[in-house]
């Protein structure tokens, strides 16, 4: 058990270090245009796959089937082993990442300004703990794949240009190098990733319910996010026929395009291009 432990994550790290060594190289080989797919959507999903959500899952079927123990119990602590090398290839790439950069090293950085800020222990330990949020991001970014799309062909909710979106370009910015850049990153793919989820969710809500909440402080608090709420939601303490009228002055009818009542469509595509 212990050597297919060791097995999972060092093949972990080794694969992610790989896999984060391709990357890197791409540009100097003359695949420009590659790696420029690759830091957006849909290209940039395989990565966020191959290195976040497929340990996750290789780790436990390969630790399940390779050992004799309690089956549930070996899928554990293999899950927990490809995590040890997730995170090992993460501290070995940041560290060969500013070596490889050490110019950047004796100048401002990120990463020490927030350590005064607050300590280095807290500083690390608040921002190893939010990984925690990949998977929700991953999960959240499925739906975005697989939940939402039906409905811009069952009801004409608007479709989007996934890549205007779910990129990532902070690598280009000079002076970002290992822990700051990885850092950056995932908060560039996760930003991206949670404004199309509440942009598509400005179009379920305002198309399926548009009402306002009795609470006053919920309606401040979430015009930030759905603007419609002050913007043409039938009032809280209005009639079903208030609310029909609010829906019947903001949609188009059968052949109009159903987005949320204040922003018009922002790009739309073609069916064949929505993830593009």
Same mark, same amino acid.
């Given at each position: 058990m212990i050597l297919t432990l060791l097995i999972v994550s060092g093949g972990t790290a080794t694969a992610l270090l790989?896999?984060?060594?391709?990357?890197?190289?791409?540009?100097?080989?003359?695949?420009?245009?590659?790696? /420029?797919?690759?830091?957006r959507a849909p290209g940039l999903d395989v990565w966020i796959f191959y290195f976040t959500v497929a340990p996750l899952l290789a780790g436990p079927i390969?630790?399940?089937?390779?050992?004799?123990?309690n089956p549930w119990l070996a899928s554990l602590l293999g899950l927990a082993a490809a995590i040890v090398g997730q995170s090992v290839a993460l501290i070995v790439w940041t560290k060969l990442h500013e070596f490889a950069n050490r110019k950047h090293l004796q100048g401002p950085r990120l990463v020490s300004q927030i350590n005064t800020a607050v300590g280095p222990f807290r500083n690390h330990l608040a921002v190893w703990w939010t990984a925690w949020a990949v998977p929700i991001f991953a999960m959240a970014r499925l739906g975005q794949?697989?939940?939402?799309?039906?409905?811009?062909?069952?009801? !004409?909710?608007?479709?989007?240009r996934t890549a205007e979106w779910v990129n990532v370009s902070r690598h280009k910015f000079?002076?970002?190098?290992?822990?700051d850049l990885i850092w950056c990153l995932y908060c560039d793919w996760m930003t991206g990733v949670w404004s199309l989820?509440? %942009?598509?969710?400005?179009?379920? %809500?305002?198309?399926?319910?548009?009402? !306002?909440? !009795?609470?006053?402080?919920?309606?401040?608090?979430?015009?930030?996010?759905?603007? /419609?709420?002050?913007?043409?939601?039938?009032?809280?303490?209005?009639?079903?026929?208030?609310v029909v009228k609010a829906h019947a002055d903001h949609y188009p009818g059968p052949n109009g395009e159903n987005s949320w009542f204040g922003h018009p469509v922002r790009l739309t595509v073609n069916d064949n291009e929505i993830d593009g």
């Open positions: 790989l896999a984060a060594g391709l990357l890197h190289i791409l540009g100097v080989i003359g695949l420009r245009n590659l790696a /420029d797919w690759f830091t390969v630790t399940a089937q390779a050992t004799d123990a794949y697989f939940v939402y799309p039906p409905l811009t062909w069952w009801v !004409r909710l608007p479709k989007y000079e002076g970002l190098v290992g822990h989820g509440t %942009e598509m969710l400005r179009n379920v %809500e305002s198309f399926w319910c548009p009402i !306002r909440f !009795r609470s006053d402080k919920k309606c401040e608090n979430c015009a930030i996010d759905f603007p /419609d709420v002050n913007g043409g939601w039938a009032p809280e303490d209005g009639t079903m026929a208030d």
